[in-house]
């Protein structure tokens, strides 16, 4: 298995309180992602990067905001969460643009 | 812009029996990749097997397999020998290489169950 974690596993949160989650790799992968998982939707990119300081937004990036500063981690912040972000997030990384593995996923509940 | 349906919301199969999942694609590039994922109710997405377009052979990774139709656009997964185990939503996705930022399409998801 490809060695990525996520923190936090689950979290409980109120409207307009900021969030972050962080994607952790031991890979040394270039490119990492961040998915949002609904029902009906399968999912969906919110936003990617493709090397330290490089990112860019998907089709559901608005709300989302990301950074990475070392090639291993990969944040993803909820500038002010509202109830519609209550979903479950994963974080995939790639070492090309070719096959994506997949982090455990974090469950958010926006109250 | 690229679609992906999975048009079998839920099957069920039988242990031992063999089953099909459905997954059309739309895309007018001619260069890209499909991949089968599963995620069981422990949530995690794991890769079951991939598929390059450029390759006319079928992949197959041990009890799993694909027929790949190119030209009708089409990418199914047969499962055979199911387990209780392959209980699970298996995902379609699909990968273009045009754009070089690796993003996958989804496809909404089919829920298997296997009975014993």
């Known amino acids: 298995d490809a060695g990525i974690t996520q923190s936090p596993r689950h979290k409980v949160t109120e409207t307009g309180t900021p969030v972050t989650l962080r994607c952790h790799q031991t890979?040394?992968?270039?490119?990492m992602y961040w998915y949002r998982q609904d029902p009906g939707h399968g999912l969906r990119l919110i936003h990617y990067s493709y090397g330290v300081k490089d990112t860019d937004k998907g089709e559901v990036s608005d709300g989302y905001s990301v950074s990475r500063s070392k090639t291993e981690d990969f944040l993803l912040t909820l500038e002010s969460a509202t109830s519609s972000q209550t979903s479950v997030y994963f974080c995939?990384?790639?070492?090309?643009?070719?096959?994506?593995?997949f982090g455990p996923g974090t469950r958010l509940t926006v109250l | 812009a690229q679609t992906v349906t999975q048009s079998q919301p839920e099957m069920s199969v039988q242990e031992a029996e063999t089953v099909t999942l459905s997954c059309t694609y739309d895309?007018?590039?001619?260069?890209?990749?499909l991949f089968w994922y599963k995620q069981p109710p422990s949530r995690q997405m794991i890769l079951v097997i991939r598929q390059e377009a450029y390759k006319q052979q079928n992949a197959t990774e041990n009890r799993f397999s694909v027929n790949f139709q190119k030209a009708a656009k089409s990418f199914s997964l047969k499962i055979s020998d199911s387990q209780l185990g392959d209980t699970a939503m298996y995902f379609c996705?699909?990968?273009?290489?045009?754009?070089?930022?690796?993003?996958?399409?989804f496809g909404q998801g089919t829920t298997l169950q296997v009975k014993p």
């Open positions: 995939a990384i790639s070492g090309d643009t070719d096959t994506q593995y």
């Open positions: 996705a699909f990968l273009t290489l045009s754009s070089n930022t690796g993003k996958l399409i």
């Open positions: 890979e040394n992968h270039r490119y």
């Open positions: 895309t007018s590039e001619s260069n890209y990749y």
